[in-house]
């Protein structure tokens, strides 16, 4: 099964539900422009839902990092959503997880952009 | 693809379409030879990034050329060749990708992940056959499944009921 991912908005969060698999190929060049694209967009606060991945690889964690950098160099912010149990445990073992604001509850989540703004 | 005993050969295109078909492979293997899930989610990964490195970086995407694979089951592991038809890679030169520096590169994880998933992780390059990779990974008492509710022990039940 190949990436798919939706995009919707939540008061100022762009959040996208990304299904799949996040490999090296179509994968990693969708997310790469569908994050472009949103900041392009000049929508700074991007949560990434990644509740449907099956599947990623060192491509898919780098494609992570690069969308985190690039939100970051436009002054937004990148946060991840809902990580399965091997997407956690990859990003423990590259210790990524403490480069990322990673949460599990999705209007939480929403809040922290507005707390971080505000701060 | 050639089956025999407790191994397998296969020969595939180098295309990146082929990478899930060696995971295919791999899952089955991995599950023959015992390994619990957790394990050959492992060796996959493990088998999954040598297959990029092989067609990718070994092969140059040049689906004129072939990866070679052999998986082959002894009682006390798995061990997995992946050839691919490049000019061969150190892989002691790799950098760190966990140092504060390269923690935030784009590439660089797919050596570590196998070497962090892999008991074993060898290459070997020959002039005009290309790099070899071996990977092994041992059984431990630790993972294979546990007794108590896992399909194979219920299917043990059925069969002798």
């Known amino acids: 099964m190949s990436m798919k991912a939706t995009i919707r908005q939540v008061d100022s969060v762009t959040v996208v539900d990304v299904s799949g698999r996040i490999t090296l190929g179509e994968g990693c060049s969708q997310l790469r422009d569908l994050i472009r694209n949103e900041v392009s967009k000049g929508n700074k606060h991007v949560l990434l839902n990644l509740a449907d991945v099956t ?4 491509s898919g964690i780098g494609e992570l990092v690069s969308a985190y ?23 423990q073992i590259t210790k990524l997880y403490t480069v990322f604001d990673v949460h599990d509850d999705e209007a939480k989540a929403i809040t922290s952009f507005d707390k971080a703004a505000s701060a | 693809m050639t089956a025999q005993g407790s191994f397998v050969e296969v020969a595939l295109e ?32 493990a088998v999954h990034e040598s297959m990029i490195n092989a ?15 052999r998986f082959q089951i002894y009682p006390d592991r798995l061990e ?82």
């Open chain 1, 69 to 91: 950098t690039a939100v970051s160099n436009q002054g937004g912010s990148l946060k991840l959503l809902n990580l399965t149990k091997k997407v956690h445990d990859l990003l």
């Open chain 2, 80 to 161: 997995i060749r992946i050839r691919d038809q490049g000019n061969g890679f150190d892989a002691s030169r790799v950098p760190n990708p966990l140092a504060d520096e390269n923690l935030l590169k784009v590439s660089g994880r797919g050596i570590f992940l196998i070497r962090t998933f892999m008991d074993e992780f060898r290459t070997t390059y020959t002039a005009g056959t290309g790099t070899e990779v071996t990977l092994v990974k041992r059984l431990t008492p630790n993972n294979q499944p546990k007794e108590g509710g896992t399909d194979r022990e219920h299917e043990s039940h059925n069969s002798s009921g």
């Open chain 1, 55 to 58: 599947y990623i690889d060192s």
């Open chain 2, 14 to 45: 180098s295309d990146l379409k082929n990478v899930e078909v060696a995971e295919e492979i791999c899952r089955r293997m991995a599950s023959t030879a015992g390994f619990d899930e957790s394990d050959q989610h492992r060796i996959e990964m």
């Open chain 2, 55 to 69: 067609i990718w970086h070994g092969n140059k995407n040049d689906a004129s050329k072939t990866v070679w694979l």
